[in-house]
């Protein structure tokens, strides 16, 4: 794709600190969005310079999570591109002479404060209730030699940006329009351990990628008259910013992975969401539809009608009942042939089938129109079937199942093994003709009582699929093996 000087270009920064956050999708999903609808680029870049939370295989599950949901990058590390490297720790070399101009320009300087003495600054000033708390400049002006003469002074110092009094602190958002931010403290740019703090490496990276949005949660409010400081220092362009709301807890709490499992990236394909379920209910969280029957929607719809305008500003409640719906609603959508698939795909995804076999395969195929109408999560699927790949001998019935059987149980399984033992073609409407005949209208027994006691047997349970086309698919000798077994007992 041949890009012009006006071509969009945005990206998201994920940090491999762990398990994918759901915002890293949420965000991701508004990006590209808007990438897709302009013609643009969207980009993924790594920011792992946060050495002490670095965790290896994060990286790798923020691209199978990401692509699991639908949700492709044109340039990244593990696809390349003009601008690579896409990993932060990768760029080290990028950063240091942008720290060296800005301390040559006196817009940053060297602090040599050890983290206790910062630490008992900030206890003083929040004792204090002082009304500006930052860093109190300490170390500005000073040589090496002056502020080793000082208490809680560190051999190993960091650099600061030296915010100008009077910094602009407003700045133009897309979603929010006029955007007023606290007055910013002398940020740290560049770590001890030569590492550049996020708030450089995102205005180096950006600039230098060719960023021309960018897009992020409202947290960062906050930190962007910082950045838009470093890119006016460096002389450069500044982006548009547009700052998405916080998704939310039903408490109205920031989601975090140490309270709500949900906002784990992987627990959505534990739990059996569809992707495009999930793609669907994070487009919802960001703005709403005009119209309340327009909540099912693509991404191709959701990129058609693309405005920043729409999103709104109130932080979203992650409702995972809305969630579900989604789910289910493609679920039903799906064909039964779909539906095995994506359901195969889920348990062997899960190891609870590490390597299925032909025969269990066409089983599951056979079955799933039995259940689709009743299924949310792909999770729930072996549950509901798990009577018909477990051996005969190993089925153990809900004993309180059994219990709750009618008087009269041991003569209904009789009366529907001599029924079906006879039985030339072993087929859905074959079983239900000859059951039905044998013990409503011969034996005078009610359809719900007469039926149970074979559900029981068959399934192990007085809840299943439907009966008869389960028995169908299960085969007559294994039927006939659990009627008698069951008659057994009793």
Known sequence: MTETPTTPRLRIAPSPTGDPHVGTAYMA????????????????????????RYVADSEEQIYATLRWLGLPWDEGPDVGGPYEPYRQSERLDTYR?????????????????SAERLADMRAEQAASK??????????????????????????????????????????????????????????????????????????????LMGITHVVRGEEWISSTPKHVQLYRWLGWD????????????TDK?????????????????????????????????????AEDDAEVASFSEFVAGFAWDKVNTVGPVFDLDKLSW???????????????????????????WSDPDDAQVATLRAATPLIQERLTLLSEALGKLQFLFTADAELAGDPAAVAKLP??????????VDALGSLDA??????????RARLVEELGIKPKVAFGPVRVAVTGSNVSPPLFESMAILGRESSLARLRALRSRL
Not at 32 to 42: E, I, M, N, P, Q
Not at 407 to 416: G, H, K, P, Q, R
Not at 426 to 435: H, N, P, R, V
């Open 29 to 52: 999903l508004f990006n590209l969005a808007y990438a897709r609808a302009t013609g643009g680029r969207f980009v993924l870049r790594i920011e792992d310079t946060d050495r002490a």
């Open 97 to 113: 002479p942008f720290v060296e101009q800005l301390l040559a320009d006196g817009h940053a300087y060297h602090c040599w404060c």
């Open 130 to 207: 002082q009304a500006t708390t930052g860093y109190d400049r300490l170390c500005l002006g000073k040589t090496r030699e002056e502020r080793a003469a000082l208490p809680g002074f560190t051999d190993t110092p960091v650099v600061r940006m030296r915010i100008p009094d009077g910094v602009a602190t407003t700045f133009t958002d897309l979603i929010r329009g006029e955007v007023s931010a606290p007055t910013p403290d002398d940020q740290v740019i560049l770590k001890a351990d030569g590492f550049p703090t996020y708030h450089l490496a995102v205005v180096v990276d950006d600039h």
């Open 238 to 249: 500044v982006p548009a910013f547009a700052h998405m709301p916080l998704l939310r807890n």
């Open 253 to 289: 709490s920031k989601i975090s992975k140490r309270k709500n499992p949900a906002a784990r990236l992987l627990w959505f394909r534990e739990q059996g969401f569809l992707p495009e379920a999930l793609r669907n209910f994070l487009q919802l969280l960001g703005y709403p539809p």
């Open 326 to 352: 989604l789910n289910g609603h493609y679920i039903r959508a799906l064909s039964p042939e779909e539906l095995a698939d994506r359901i195969v795909e889920h348990l062997v995804w899960t190891g609870e």
């Open 407 to 416: 008087a009269n149980a041991a003569d209904v399984l009789d009366a529907a």
């Open 426 to 435: 072993w087929d859905d409407a074959s079983i239900q003709a000859a059951l």
